[in-house]
């Protein structure tokens, strides 16, 4: 009888295959079984186990094998197979980045002086001497290589410490947990929430932890194994979101002031760093698909006009992918703003994932982007507000980079956050490939099922991409599925009830006519088999629409009167934006916005500060707070419930002035 009370901790073995790649049989034979004997002999936590495949079977066996992690390619005996050797090791990286790969050759090396070229060391992360034969040695390395990309300094130092049961006399104040564990007020909130999560909650006195603001010993570490995993120079974890993380990217290249070049759909935050910098945004204007109101990408046409009409620009700031998936052809437009000495921060906040799975690259990094930003909390598996800079700036100056980091980071930041960071980055490198895969499978089915319904439809790449854009490669996140709710009768917002209210489910956003899901690390078969049924069911029950809905195009960006900073900061006025409709609009017209107007969704900007007020925007704002689905609006100020604007004071003019300048028109 098993321990039934042992279940929870009961998990399954772990199993990593290292595949030996030659085309001699007799030397993959018997190497095989030399280091399948050796794995038996030693101790093998983590299941290694050696298989043998050809050259022309590997790209299948890399696709179809979640469980391999490391590669022992032969190079022969010659420079030609060495060639051979080397652009196998390319090619295969392409389709599986985190593997280790390692090199076995003869006599290749002894011409070159010095040892192996750097070309080759590059590629590979160890050599082996096809002669030598101590499998006991190469078993070893290969271990230790694959349990440096499975370790989580971090995470276990934190771990340690907890088990290691210090009294604490310091911050914070719960200490452990005591504070709350046995209150007769707030100790139910102690057992809800569970041991651990209190006396994981440090502070930087646990110096053995390190410090995130300058780190020197296990979270350097960490971050170190975080850029070797994205592929980055330099990886940077940050416990305040990805909002912060666009904040002092931008202000690394443009403190002080500078031309920003940014589509104008971007995160509220780029917005906010414009302002905190005294930038001068150049905005891309976002193209709208009419039929389901989601707005795409900017036409590449678009960037390349901006890049060539402002030369001066310091940063491209732009989104890839999108909330609704999709991603730029980024690697046409780095290299035209590279051409012309702009830096490129890409805002990656929903697309962390796409460095570990063959069908989601080419990413942000691996097309030249100088900075990525991602939200590592979004489609992988850490906690909410963690996130990652990756960067590979070849001007990048990492003094100056940590005291803007500094400024923003909090000096007590959440461990727990940080060892979340930790161990998403180990599950990417370790099993990425293999979940993702799943995911992806996924998709399919529920995309297959939902058509079936005959009333809802999942929206393809072709249905998603708005006509502007036709020409510009856009690519699909398959992730992130759209669902069209048209021929239900029911318009978005009134599905997403539905699906809570009877099924128990939370989609991820709305649209008039969509909804949309994410499928992640965490779906599961049970998961995707209760949303198959809730559309389903939802699908017999169709009503008539009594009118169409159309889509509510923004208004066209006016023109920027001053800096959004000076705007921001001046002195204002509010204005109601109701008052009598035609008066209000009469009052607004003309006058330049002191705050960022934003819609929700889609959570575009219809105003930024400095921006002059038109009256198609009062009309669009006023439009969107009347009947009975008024839209939610940030940055408008409610003086008893009247909705007001914030707008720049006009200068006051003297009789002085005037004077002057009559003298001035008169001479």
Same mark, same amino acid.
């Given at each position: 009888?098993?321990?039934?009370?042992?279940?929870?901790?009961?998990?399954?073995?772990?199993?990593?295959?290292?595949?030996?790649?030659?085309?001699?049989?007799?030397?993959?034979?018997?190497?095989?079984?030399?280091?399948?004997?050796?794995?038996?002999?030693?101790?093998?936590?983590?299941?290694?186990?050696?298989?043998?495949?050809?050259?022309?079977?590997?790209?299948?066996?890399?696709?179809?094998?979640?469980?391999?992690?490391?590669?022992?390619?032969?190079?022969?005996?010659?420079?030609?197979?060495?060639?051979?050797?080397?652009?196998?090791?390319?090619?295969?990286?392409?389709?599986?980045?985190?593997?280790?790969?390692?090199?076995?050759?003869?006599?290749?090396?002894?011409?070159?002086?010095?040892?192996?070229?750097?070309?080759?060391?590059?590629?590979?992360?160890?050599?082996?001497?096809?002669?030598?034969?101590?499998?006991?040695?190469?078993?070893?390395?290969?271990?230790?290589?694959?349990?440096?990309?499975?370790?989580?300094?971090?995470?276990?130092?934190?771990?340690?410490?907890?088990?290691?049961?210090?009294?604490?006399?310091?911050?914070?104040?719960?200490?452990?947990?005591?504070?709350?564990?046995?209150?007769?007020?707030?100790?139910?909130?102690?057992?809800?929430?569970?041991?651990?999560?209190?006396?994981?909650?440090?502070?930087?006195?646990?110096?053995?932890?390190?410090?995130?603001?300058?780190?020197?010993?296990?979270?350097?570490?960490?971050?170190?194994?975080?850029?070797?995993?994205?592929?980055?120079?330099?990886?940077?974890?940050?416990?305040?979101?990805?909002?912060?993380?666009?904040?002092?990217?931008?202000?690394?290249?443009?403190?002080?002031?500078?031309?920003?070049?940014?589509?104008?759909?971007?995160? =509220?935050?780029?917005?906010?760093?414009?302002?905190?910098?005294?930038?001068?945004?150049?905005?891309?204007?976002?193209?709208?698909?009419?039929?389901?109101?989601?707005?795409?990408?900017?036409?590449?046409?678009?960037?390349?006009?901006?890049?060539?009409?402002?030369?001066?620009?310091?940063?491209?700031?732009?989104?890839?992918?999108?909330?609704?998936?999709?991603?730029?052809?980024?690697?046409?437009?780095?290299?035209?703003?590279?051409?012309?000495?702009?830096?490129?921060?890409?805002?990656?906040?929903?697309?962390?994932?796409?460095?570990?799975?063959?069908?989601?690259?080419?990413?942000?990094?691996?097309?030249?982007?100088?900075?990525?930003?991602?939200?590592?909390? #979004?489609?992988?598996?850490?906690?909410?507000?963690?996130?990652?800079?990756?960067?590979?700036?070849?001007?990048?100056?990492?003094?100056?980079?940590?005291?803007?980091?500094?400024?923003?980071?909090?000096?007590?930041?959440?461990?727990?956050?940080?060892?979340?960071?930790?161990?998403?980055? =180990?599950?990417?490198?370790?099993?990425?490939?293999?979940?993702?895969?799943?995911?992806?499978?996924?998709?399919?089915?529920?995309?297959?099922?939902?058509?079936?319904?005959?009333?809802?439809?999942?929206?393809?790449?072709?249905?998603?991409?708005?006509?502007?854009?036709?020409?510009?490669?856009?690519?699909?996140?398959?992730?992130?599925?759209?669902?069209?709710?048209?021929?239900?009768?029911?318009?978005?917002?009134?599905?997403?009830?539905?699906?809570?209210?009877?099924?128990?489910?939370?989609?991820?956003?709305?649209?008039?006519?969509?909804?949309?899901?994410?499928?992640?690390?965490?779906?599961?078969?049970? =998961?995707?088999?209760?949303?198959?049924?809730?559309?389903?069911?939802?699908?017999?029950?169709?009503?008539?629409?009594?009118?169409?809905?159309?889509?509510?195009?923004?208004?066209?960006?006016?023109?920027?009167?001053?800096?959004?900073?000076?705007?921001?900061?001046?002195?204002?006025?509010?204005?109601?934006?109701?008052?009598?409709?035609?008066?209000?609009?009469?009052?607004?017209?003309?006058?330049?916005?002191?705050?960022?107007?934003?819609?929700?969704?889609?959570?575009?900007?219809?105003?930024?500060?400095?921006?002059?007020?038109?009256?198609?925007?009062?009309?669009?704002?006023?439009?969107?707070?009347?009947?009975?689905?008024?839209? !939610?609006?940030?940055?408008?100020?409610?003086?008893?419930? !009247?909705?007001?604007?914030?707008?720049?004071?006009?200068? #006051?003019?003297?009789?002085?002035?005037?004077?002057?300048?009559?003298?001035?028109?008169?001479?």
């Amino acid at each position: 009888m098993p321990d039934l009370g042992n279940l929870s901790e009961q998990r399954q073995p772990l199993e990593c295959r290292v595949a030996l790649v030659s085309n001699d049989r007799d030397l993959s034979s018997n190497w095989v079984n030399a280091l399948n004997a050796t794995a038996a002999q030693h101790e093998n936590p983590f299941g290694l186990r050696f298989e043998s495949v050809t050259t022309a079977a590997l790209e299948k066996h890399l696709r179809e094998q979640d469980r391999l992690q490391a590669l022992i390619i032969d190079g022969g005996c010659s420079t030609e197979e060495l060639s051979n050797a080397e652009e196998l090791a390319d090619r295969m990286h392409d389709l599986r980045a985190q593997l280790n790969v390692f090199l076995v050759a003869q006599n290749s090396f002894l011409s070159t002086q010095g040892g192996a070229p750097a070309s080759v060391r590059k590629r590979f992360d160890e050599l082996f001497d096809r002669r030598e034969g101590n499998f006991n040695h190469m078993f070893r390395l290969v271990q230790a290589f694959i349990a440096r990309r499975a370790s989580t300094p971090f995470a276990d130092t934190l771990k340690e410490y907890v088990f290691s049961a210090r009294d604490a006399w310091h911050t914070p104040g719960h200490s452990g947990g005591d504070s709350l564990r046995n209150s007769p007020w707030v100790g139910d909130f102690y057992r809800f929430m569970g041991e651990h999560v209190f006396n994981t909650d440090l502070s930087v006195s646990v110096q053995v932890l390190d410090s995130l603001l300058e780190p020197h010993s296990v979270i350097q570490e960490a971050q170190d194994l975080a850029a070797q995993a994205f592929g980055a120079q330099h990886s940077f974890f940050l416990t305040n979101g990805t909002s912060t993380a666009n904040k002092v990217v931008i202000q690394q290249i443009l403190g002080g002031g500078g031309k920003i070049i940014v589509d104008q759909a971007c995160h =509220k935050s780029v917005h906010h760093a414009v302002i905190m910098n005294r930038c001068e945004p150049i905005y891309l204007k976002s193209t709208l698909h009419p039929e389901f109101g989601i707005y795409g990408p900017v036409r590449r046409a678009d960037i390349e006009q901006a890049l060539d009409e402002h030369p001066d620009a310091g940063l491209l700031v732009i989104t890839s992918c999108t909330y609704d998936g999709l991603r730029y052809d980024l690697k046409p437009i780095i290299d035209c703003a590279h051409e012309r000495g702009v830096k490129v921060l890409i805002d990656e906040a929903w697309y962390a994932h796409g460095y570990f799975h063959t069908e989601l690259r080419p990413t942000a990094l691996e097309c030249g982007a100088d900075y990525v930003t991602q939200s590592t909390h #979004k489609m992988l598996s850490a906690f909410s507000q963690a996130s990652m800079i990756h960067v590979q700036d070849p001007d990048f100056d990492e003094y100056r980079f940590r005291e803007n980091l500094n400024m923003y980071a909090s000096t007590s930041p959440q461990y727990l956050m940080i060892a979340s960071l930790d161990v998403a980055r =180990k599950q990417m490198v370790m099993e990425g490939y293999g979940c993702l895969r799943h995911c992806l499978q996924m998709v399919e089915t529920l995309r297959r099922e939902v058509d079936a319904t005959g009333v809802f439809r999942a929206l393809t790449l072709d249905d998603l991409i708005p006509a502007p854009l036709a020409g510009d490669n856009i690519r699909l996140d398959p992730t992130k599925v759209t669902i069209d709710v048209t021929a239900s009768g029911y318009s978005g917002k009134e599905i997403q009830v539905k699906l809570f209210d009877q099924f128990g489910i939370q989609v991820e956003k709305t649209t008039y006519n969509t909804v949309s899901v994410l499928v992640t690390l965490g779906s599961t078969e049970s =998961k995707l088999l209760r949303l198959v049924h809730a559309f389903k069911q939802l699908a017999r029950q169709p009503r008539r629409r009594s009118h169409a809905v159309t889509a509510r195009q923004l208004p066209e960006f006016t023109r920027l009167t001053c800096l959004p900073a000076d705007a921001y900061f001046a002195e204002t006025e509010e204005l109601p934006l109701m008052d009598n409709g035609v008066l209000a609009e009469k009052k607004l017209v003309g006058r330049t916005c002191a705050d960022e107007i934003v819609p929700y969704p889609p959570g575009i900007p219809v105003l930024v500060p400095g921006q002059e007020i038109s009256a198609q925007i009062v009309q669009f704002l006023q439009q969107l707070l009347q009947g009975q689905t008024a839209t !939610e609006i940030h940055g408008l100020i409610f003086r008893s419930d !009247e909705p007001m604007l914030r707008v720049v004071c006009e200068p #006051k003019k003297s009789s002085g002035d005037n004077v002057k300048k009559g003298v001035k028109k008169d001479g």
